[in-house]
């Protein structure tokens, strides 16, 4: 059974006065989470071709979904061309000639929706999995302010978890940033946004990283929260422990442009939790998974 129905298919053609009425609708639909997030320069980039006489069709499209008893319309496909058009609008210098496919299609419920998105620019043409990740995250209202490149590796982090470490059956491809539907996840994402959105320790946003990262939350998530916030102070800190002694050791790998594999790297993180939870120190960080398996931080 499909996910989304497609209602009508509409062609707008001409200049200001014939076009206006659907740009401004189009428009109107000021905050869909579904979209991916504005690109200013894209968006001027548009609007500069289009005022240049380098338009073609516009490709838009819509989706009707139910939410709280009521119909909402939700844009999914004409976010920057839209705007690139209404700026232009209001400036008077709107050519003629131009042309605007709109196309309304029907969805059950959010997934519907994020189906349909998939489909315009598929990921090999235009679309990121960044694109797809928030797309999935920016449905839940609680998770549209989080960083979205933080979050995309929280999901595959967890993936990366329950297949290597816990062995369960796992989505592939774009289909994993589904996890966001899993409301029980929606605190680690919280916890991992709030220590890594400021862009300053991204060499733990590995997907061996956060896959350690959500073993240690379903462990402890209070104590887990307290150690990745001290390990990604890093230097910043004076206290001398396991955390201080996984920066270093992470920090290392990165200076030294060790290759490491991913299995590797996220023992070493296991390590540290243990050493963490024991007030141990790390002195010696070898791991061997090859031989010993990856250590399961919690079940």
């Keep these: 059974m499909s996910v989304f129905k497609r209602l009508k298919s509409e062609l707008f ?23 991916r997030e504005f690109d200013a320069k894209w968006a001027l ?7 240049g006489g380098k338009a073609v069709t516009f490709m838009w499209a ?34 003629g000639n131009l042309a605007i496919h709109l196309d309304t299609y029907s969805v059950a419920d959010q997934d519907g929706a994020v189906q349909l998105f998939r489909q315009f620019d598929a990921r090999k043409s235009a ?34 978890y329950r297949r290597e470490v816990q062995e369960m059956p796992v989505a592939s491809g774009d289909d994993i940033y589904m996890l966001f539907n899993e409301v029980r996840l929606h605190p680690f994402f919280l916890m991992m946004n709030e220590i890594l959105k400021d862009g300053k320790s991204n060499e ?46 992470i920090m290392r790998i ?13 023992a070493k993180c296991a390590k540290a939790w243990d050493g963490f939870n024991n007030h141990i120190r790390i002195t010696n960080f070898k791991v061997n998974t090859k031989k010993k398996g990856l250590p399961v931080i919690a079940a």
């Design 127 to 160: 679309r990121s999995k960044e694109d797809i990740s928030g797309a999935y995250q920016c449905f839940y209202e609680s998770l549209r302010d989080c960083h979205r490149g933080v979050l995309k590796v929280a999901v595959e982090g967890i993936t990366w």
């Design 45 to 51: 980039d548009l609007k500069d071709r289009v005022e």
């Design 62 to 95: 819509v989706a009707q979904m139910p939410l709280s008893g009521q119909i909402v319309s939700l844009r999914v496909n004409g976010q920057h061309s839209s705007w690139a058009l209404a700026e232009l609008l209001k400036e008077g210098k709107l050519p």
């Design 254 to 266: 990165r200076d030294e442009k060790e290759k490491i594999n991913a299995r590797d790297l996220y």
């Design 204 to 249: 733990l946003k590995r997907v061996p990283v956060l896959a350690a990262a959500y073993g240690t939350w379903l462990d402890d998530a209070k104590e887990a929260a307290d150690f990745w916030r001290l390990v990604a102070l890093g230097s910043k800190r004076t206290e001398e422990d396991a955390a201080a002694d996984l920066d270093q050791e």
């Design 13 to 35: 053609e001409g200049g200001s006065k014939e076009l206006a009425e659907v740009i401004n609708a189009h428009r109107s639909n000021n905050h869909t989470p579904v979209e």
